[in-house]
């Protein structure tokens, strides 16, 4: 199989996304849990979806304006189902990975030119059962590669200002997607002063297309009067949230010891065996400092799942590829390419099929939407869950903006400030509850300050701390 892509033939990709479609498909028919974040990007789609939604304002949570954006229009376009995310996140692999390709391609970062770093890619992308989703890294991912592209051509004395101005913008919008993805930004321009001349001017005109996109993005939200809010959400979130943790440190290290064993072993082999030109050292030492980038941005997200590895994909794609082109035996070649092939896709499957009881040791249940003790009570209704418990909102809905508990908390746990309690009075009003699931102990004190809601509502018979309306009766 490996020969196939050694050729220098662009078809090639065709088989490139035939088995990316193959591998997926099988998966996807087999049954793919929903977890936690992909249920939380289902609400925050839907909740934009309705007339006049503006993120953060609107809906309280820290994920990044450009993905929430991609959520808003695939649930105006084909609604509420993870379906949709997989299958878009499908077709999104398999542009990168052409994307990626040509990168090498053209900037002759191996010795011979092949297809094999765009099959190596499609298999990196499916280490974990959760990169099978649409996450805001994936997204970003876009842009990083274009934004790699244009490094790589400035390495290689590409000297014109607009390759400047347009890596800027391109690491703009991938941070926009994606809040980490700003290391790569410090990557690139260590980059630039280590292995380029380029002058201060150029390496200007990229800071400031690069804060040109976040300028926009800022101009967006303070026109619709919700700035401040914005940058307390999206950028102070850094500070002010603690990380959720799907996926405890064992259960990582188990996750990702397979794929990370082959990418080291493939780095060892890549300067063992082969023979370099200064330009192609040049890029590995580059591609090196996005991995260290990567491990870094992991301690700066706030959902730590594998899914977040995504970052380091094209680092490992890069010397894998490598690995396997330097093989000058062809057998062994290929046996080391079904090898990996084979550990990858097991990888993939031993968790998420609970093979050998691996999910177990993995603790995989904490990343997955587990079933609500009240599910046919807020099935299809417009809820609020004041807590961490966002798994009850599988089936229904967001109501007021509260989504993400550590921001939310800044006005219901401090509701005697009269600011915040008046804020939290016109959201509750405008978009009224049809059951409240307070694991907080936050709605007594509610209330009691706004009798007027409190008259609208009862405790359910059964269930301690959950609400229902009057009106809307649930029983």
């Not at 959520?71 to 949709?84: E, R, S």
């Not at 009075?425 to 009798?451: A, G, H, K, W, Y």
Request: net charge neutral.
């Amino acid at each position: 199989m490996l020969s196939y892509f050694k050729a220098n033939d662009p078809y090639r990709l065709l088989g490139v996304f035939l088995i990316l479609i193959i591998i997926r498909v099988a998966v996807l028919l087999s049954g793919v849990p929903l977890i936690l974040p992909e249920l939380k990007w289902l609400l925050l789609g839907e909740r934009l979806g309705g007339e006049g939604m503006i993120m953060y304002r609107d809906v309280w949570d820290y994920t990044a304006p450009l993905s929430v954006l991609v959520y808003k229009w695939l649930d105006i376009l084909f609604g509420k189902h993870q379906l949709v995310y997989q299958i878009v996140s499908m077709i999104l692999v398999g542009f990168q990975a052409a994307i990626f390709n040509n990168v090498m391609l053209k900037n002759k970062a191996y010795n011979s030119p092949s297809y094999v770093p765009a099959i190596v890619y499609v298999l990196m992308m499916n280490l974990c059962f959760d990169f099978l989703t649409l996450s805001p890294v994936l997204m970003s991912m876009t842009f990083i590669l274009l934004a790699l592209n244009n490094l790589f051509k400035r390495m290689d004395n590409h000297t014109q200002d607009e390759l400047f101005v347009y890596t800027g913008i391109y690491l703009g919008i991938a941070v926009l997607f994606y809040l980490p993805a700003i290391f790569y930004v410090l990557v690139t321009l260590i980059s630039l002063f280590l292995y380029t001349g380029s002058i201060f001017r150029r390496i200007l005109l990229l800071i400031v297309g690069f804060l040109l996109v976040l300028i926009f993005s800022g101009l967006f939200f303070y026109w619709n009067d919700s700035f401040l809010v914005y940058n307390h959400h999206l950028f102070m979130s850094i500070w002010a949230v603690d990380p959720s943790y799907f996926l405890s440190g064992k259960g990582m290290v188990i996750m990702v010891l397979v794929p990370f064993s082959i990418f080291l072993y493939s780095i060892y082999r890549t300067f063992k065996i082969g023979k370099y030109v200064n330009f192609q050292s040049k890029i590995q030492s580059v591609m090196l400092m996005f991995f260290v980038s990567g491990i870094l941005a992991f301690f700066m997200v706030k959902e730590r799942s594998t899914f977040q590895f995504i970052y380091l994909v094209p680092v490992m794609a890069f010397f894998v590829a490598h690995h396997l082109l330097v093989i000058k035996n062809w057998i062994l070649a290929e046996a080391t390419f079904l090898l990996i092939f084979v550990a990858i896709i097991l990888n993939l499957l031993f968790p998420l099929r609970g093979w050998l009881f691996v999910d177990q040791l993995v603790g995989v249940e904490r990343l997955l939407v587990q079933p609500s003790p009240y599910a046919e009570l807020t099935e299809g209704k417009d809820i609020l869950v004041i807590g961490e418990g966002i798994e009850h909102y599988k089936g229904a809905s967001l109501a007021t903006p509260y989504l993400d508990w550590q921001l939310s908390q800044i006005h219901l746990q401090h509701l005697n400030y009269f600011d915040n309690s008046a804020e939290v009075f016109l959201n509750f009003t405008s978009d009224m509850p049809e059951v409240i699931i307070d694991e907080q102990e936050v709605v007594p004190e509610l209330f009691r300050m706004m009798p007027t809601i409190a008259a609208q509502y009862r405790e359910h018979a059964s269930h301690e701390s959950v609400y229902v309306r009057i009106n809307k009766q649930i029983d």
